[in-house]
């Protein structure tokens, strides 16, 4: 998947805006003012997920393109390099994983709008 494919995935998802609220590189997506999924758009691509502290972990020793998320908490994010590694499969599965972890922590009324 490329940048825009990526965009496009995170937008059509329900409740979600997207801005940059830090500098013109960084497009952020977020889920009802909360933080699911951060593009790097300078020359080398990379996304931001939140992502379960027990799997963030695993999926950093398994894959070589997964990092610990770049200035981001560690302990709950990752950084996934953008590149031939990464299947489009795969990608849309941590793309929601990041969303879900989101929506679950919001407060009931609201997540029942999201998923009713």
């Known amino acids: ?4 494919e990526i ?4 937008i059509m998802k329900k409740g979600v805006s997207e801005s940059f609220p ?4 960084t497009l952020v997506f977020k889920v009802i003012d909360k933080m699911f999924a951060l593009i790097n758009l300078d020359e080398n691509h990379s996304v931001n997920l939140k992502c379960d502290p027990e799997k963030a972990i695993m999926l950093r ?3 070589d393109f997964v990092l610990p998320g770049y200035h981001m908490n560690k302990k709950h994010w990752n950084t996934i390099i953008l590149d031939e590694r990464i299947s489009g499969s795969l990608l849309i599965e941590w793309i929601n994983d990041s969303y879900n972890l989101v929506v679950d922590k919001l407060p009931k009324k609201i997540r029942e709008g999201l998923t009713g």
């Open 1 to 4: 998947m490329n940048v825009e």
């Open 7 to 10: 965009r496009m995935y995170c």
């Open 22 to 25: 830090f500098d013109d590189t």
């Open 61 to 63: 020793e398994h894959y």
